[in-house]
């Protein structure tokens, strides 16, 4: 079957794809994007030319713009034309120069689809990636080291971007053009093999063709079944999720036992993890949370992953509305959603005196250990109220204080390693009381 006919049965497979709508066609002006032009006009689809000037190569890159211009005129399609400052972009932003081009190209490209002023029937972008980009992504992705999800490659469709020409291979492209008789512009840097995807198209993979000779063939196979494969995957992981995550506010609370009982708990541990920022070298340290004592954290630059008795509790970083806080040694000033702590340190003098407003609790700084755990208080919470050398209860001492039931659901405590060091706002636990030998304290005072 040639390509044209291929092209059209492939299409019908996405019926989101209407012959009365506009799509949005990424060209840079290469055979690749030329013939996905080419296919969609000889197809009777209705579209529009949009091309990045990202100024990188010089007259190369007006050449090219240019080139694509003209081919606006060939199909009487429209042309939007955008330049990008791509250099100052990557130096501002610290990225590479094809991160910078692919954040740029992209965010341009969305921004068309979004604007109501141009023609609300553009509803897709559509690139011509094809089946060997696919293949070279897979291989890429292998060897710098991935998850399931980086080995189905290229995804026809994602949100707004589609990909028509997955299901061709370069050779394909390249007689449809020689046939049809279409020019095109080479682009002088993809020779370039300072590029990896260049070294994998130009260096290795010739190398694996020698002794495989079907390997496009074979990784375009391995690739569907990859795709099948991580579907089983993730109905597996919503399975476990379902069964392990228990959401309480802005906060996800998961049981260690049942945790630890979960097989394989590295890769469970990895999925319920990554969507807080967390990255794959961190599921070690998360592990090790399972065994180790309350207080003890991982952070990521969102959240933090305390440990909890008998939970882990991920929780935004600095978030009043969270229910579990981490206090570090470093910490002046604390939000939650009772008010606000503040912390500091006193050295005992003959001149310092404890005071006795409630809202303030003086501890022996010798005795702690951080991070502290600012938490809501539980059932099952018990400590030794100052002055006393037997435990209590906490719900019965909230109870002989005459507290309302509304009063009760806005006590929290904060705990060091299982104990609770405070009763906010009411008793400090005897065992962190200040003594004659005591050479430091620390001063926590509650705002309400």
């Known amino acids: 079957m040639v390509l044209i006919d291929q092209f059209k049965q492939h299409l019908k497979q996405f019926p989101f794809i209407q012959w009365e709508q506009k799509q949005l066609i990424a060209v840079s002006g290469g055979i690749d994007s030329v013939v996905l032009c080419d296919l969609m006009f000889t197809a009777g689809y209705d579209f529009v030319i949009a091309h990045c000037n990202f100024q990188l190569r010089g007259d190369e890159s007006e050449r090219d713009e240019q080139f694509v211009r003209s081919l606006g005129k060939k199909y009487n399609k429209e042309i939007l034309v955008k330049t990008f400052e791509t250099e100052k972009y990557a130096s501002e932003n610290k990225v590479s120069i094809q991160i910078a081009a692919r954040e740029l190209r992209y965010d341009w490209f969305r921004s068309i689809i979004d604007d109501e002023k141009l023609d609300s029937r553009v509803k897709y972008i559509l690139t011509a990636h094809h089946a060997n980009d696919n293949v070279e992504t897979v291989l890429m992705n292998f060897f710098k080291g991935t998850g399931i999800a980086g080995l189905h490659g290229i995804l026809t469709v994602q949100g707004k971007v589609f990909r028509p020409l997955l299901f061709a291979k370069k050779n394909q492209l390249l007689d449809y053009a020689a046939q049809n008789n279409l ?12 590029y990896t ?35 089983l995957y993730k109905q597996s992981i919503n399975l476990h999720k379902k069964k392990l995550l228990e959401i309480k506010g802005n906060e996800v609370h998961i049981p260690v036992l049942k945790l630890q009982k979960t ?53 935004p970083i600095q978030t009043a509305e969270a229910a579990n806080m981490v206090i570090e040694e470093k910490n002046k000033r604390v939000l939650f959603t009772s008010g606000e702590l503040t912390i ?105």
């Not at 599921?283 to 008795?309: M, P, Q």
């Open 183 to 194: 020019t095109f512009v080479e682009d002088s840097s993809n020779v370039s093999d300072k």
């Open 197 to 231: 995807r260049n070294f994998f198209r130009h260096k290795l993979f010739p190398l694996l063709k020698e002794v495989y000779p079907n390997v496009e063939d074979n990784i375009v196979k391995n690739i569907e079944r990859f795709a099948e494969a991580e579907e």
């Open 263 to 315: 097989k394989p708990v590295s890769t469970i541990i990895y999925e319920i993890i990554k969507d807080f920022n967390f990255t794959s070298n961190q599921v070690s340290e998360v592990i090790d949370l399972l065994e180790s004592e309350t207080g003890k954290y991982v952070a990521s630059a969102s959240h933090r992953i305390i440990k909890n008795r008998r939970w882990l509790i991920i929780s």
């Open 344 to 448: 500091e340190k006193i050295k005992q003098t003959d001149k310092f005196q404890i005071s006795s407003d409630k809202n303030i609790a003086t501890v022996d700084l010798a005795l702690i250990n951080f991070p502290l755990l600012l938490r809501k208080w539980k059932q099952g919470d018990y400590f030794y109220p100052l002055g006393m050398k037997k435990k209590k209860k906490l719900s019965r001492f909230l109870t002989d204080q005459k507290l309302s039931k509304t009063e009760k659901e806005n006590i929290w405590v904060i705990e060091m390693n299982k104990k609770i060091v405070w009763i906010v706002g009411h008793r400090i636990d005897d065992r962190f009381k200040i003594m004659p030998s005591t050479q430091q304290v620390l001063q926590v005072s509650f705002h309400p």
